[in-house]
């Protein structure tokens, strides 16, 4: 089983809250991905980062924002929650070295998110 | 446009019983192709690896194939169990980045009864 925690596994907030997703990896991977992921649907990538003090946005717009300080951390913050916001965020992490296709990405459990 | 498409959306078959799952796709360049099993709540877990020259590979009782003339891949799974019951999801990643883009299908939900 894939070393990388998310935290909280659930969370359930009111509108207009500040929250972070926790991610860490003990794996010593440089490259860390944020995915949404609603029911039925495909994972989308929302951030990535190659390493320490490196961020981009994926494919889908986010509202989110994300850090990385240190390797084995890749928190994911939401400024003012929405509804528009529920939905499954996975955490995922990859090693470099060779071709980054043929690099496996591991994924956490997920954090399931709901914006009453 | 890269995608990847997957049939059927959902299925149910009986315990023991084997199954196969599609995924077809338009990615280019092609690099490799995953199939994830998700189980309900979880992250998904990578299954089998394939890449252009490979088209069978077998992980247990699962086997996926690859054409890649035809952009069709598939995974069966042989002798079913309860364990099974998860969302297997196909995964195609590109060679024209360097972030090695990766395409998800949608999944099917596979549900095996006793």
């Known amino acids: 089983e894939a070393d990388i925690y998310q935290t909280p596994r659930y969370l359930v907030i009111g509108t207009g809250k500040k929250i972070t997703l926790e991610c860490s990896q003990t794996?010593?991977?440089?490259?860390m991905y944020w995915y949404q992921q609603d029911p039925g649907m495909e994972l989308h990538l929302i951030h990535y980062?190659?390493?320490?003090?490196?961020?981009e946005k994926g494919d889908l717009s986010s509202e989110s924002t994300v850090s990385r300080i240190r390797t084995e951390h890749f928190p994911l913050t939401l400024e003012s929650a929405r509804p528009s916001h529920t939905s499954q965020y996975l955490c995922?992490?990859?090693?470099?070295?060779?071709?980054?296709?043929?690099?496996?990405?591991?994924f956490g459990p997920g954090t399931r998110l709901t914006v009453l | 446009k890269n995608q990847v498409e997957q049939s059927p959306q959902s299925l149910i078959i009986l315990e023991g019983k084997n199954c196969t799952l599609q995924?077809?796709?338009?990615?280019?360049?092609?690099?490799?192709l995953r199939w994830y099993k998700q189980d309900t709540g979880r992250g998904p877990v990578s299954l089998t690896i394939?890449?252009?020259?490979?088209n069978t590979k077998s992980n247990g009782r699962y086997t996926a194939t690859l054409d890649a003339d035809t952009k069709q891949s598939s995974l069966h799974i042989t002798a079913s169990q309860l364990s099974d019951s998860a969302s297997y999801i196909c995964?195609?990643?590109?060679?024209?980045?360097?972030?090695?883009?990766?395409?998800f299908g949608r999944g099917t939900q596979l549900t095996v009864w006793p």
């Open positions: 995922a992490s990859s090693a470099s070295g060779g071709p980054d296709s043929y690099n496996e990405q591991f």
């Open positions: 794996m010593g991977h440089d490259k």
């Open positions: 980062s190659y390493g320490v003090n490196s961020t």
């Open positions: 995924c077809n796709y338009t990615v280019s360049p092609f690099s490799n």
């Open positions: 394939m890449t252009f020259s490979e």
């Open positions: 995964v195609v990643s590109d060679r024209g980045s360097t972030l090695g883009r990766l395409y």
